[in-house]
């Protein structure tokens, strides 16, 4: 069974601009969670989603947005960029929040560079 | 609210000798537990789980962790390491326990280096 692919993996922007990026979590696995990865602040939740609806979100300004799609595949959106949002970008999927067995499993992340 | 705490930034070991990774966490209802490493430029990797029975878990490539309640403790271990283990590892307890809606919180990290 295929893991979780995240597109694309390296990507560098400049201040101001958007991007958004992709996540196909494995097959069956319908929630999707998100994460930032800083050297300073370490992993950060940003946002999960379940069913095509965000589920739980944490302490990101408005810039960062998400959505998920029918198939459950996901995009996350940071507008307007920030020399600080450079970080490694993880998705992760599970296969239901509400089960309490169940393992979250990540992606290889996307490397986001502003300048 | 849930936390996790990797008292240890860095751990170094020699090749071949057992090694642990430390992590405790504070809960409020029943905690689970998890243990992932992070090679670099990749994603996480899950390595084992701690929801409930036996107090020492087995999980992938030798490692396992010990939970201890009393201590509320969960430390990572491995009879005998390796260089390839190098790495970054990460404690996380899953957060929103009775809400039915969860969410993981992960410790700070410690890397792992053994050294040949």
């Known amino acids: 069974k295929a893991g979780v692919t995240q597109t694309p993996r390296y990507l560098i922007k400049t201040r101001g601009q958007q991007v958004t990026l992709s996540c196909s979590p494995i097959?069956?696995?319908?929630?999707v969670s998100w994460y930032q990865q800083t050297p300073g602040q370490g992993l950060q939740f940003l946002f999960e989603?379940?069913?095509?609806?965000?589920?739980n979100k944490g302490n990101f300004p408005g810039r960062f947005s998400g959505r998920q799609f029918s198939n459950s595949r996901s995009e996350m959106n940071v507008s307007t960029l920030e020399l600080g949002d450079s970080a490694l970008y993880l998705c992760?999927?599970?296969?239901?929040?509400?089960?309490?067995?169940?393992?979250?499993?990540f992606g290889p992340g996307t490397r986001l560079t502003v300048l | 609210a849930q936390s996790v705490a990797q008292p240890e930034d860095q751990v170094n070991v020699a090749e071949g000798n057992p090694l642990t990774v430390k992590c405790t966490y504070s809960?409020?209802?029943?905690?689970?537990l998890f243990w992932y490493v992070q090679y670099p430029n990749r994603g996480l990797q899950f390595l084992l789980k701690?929801?409930?029975?036996?107090?020492l878990v087995k999980g992938s490539y030798g490692f396992e962790a010990e939970f201890n309640k009393s201590q509320t403790s969960f430390h990572l271990k491995k009879p005998s390491a390796l260089v390839s283990d190098s790495a970054l590892y990460f404690c996380?307890?899953?957060?929103?326990?009775?809400?039915?809606?969860?969410?993981?919180?992960f410790g700070t990290g410690t890397r792992l280096k053994v050294l040949a």
């Open positions: 992760a999927s599970r296969w239901s929040g509400t089960t309490s067995t169940d393992t979250q499993y």
């Open positions: 097959s069956g696995h319908r929630s």
């Open positions: 989603y379940f069913s095509e609806t965000q589920r």
């Open positions: 809960v409020s209802g029943n905690p689970y």
């Open positions: 701690y929801i409930t029975g036996d107090n």
């Open positions: 996380a307890v899953r957060d929103g326990e009775g809400s039915g809606t969860y969410k993981y919180i």
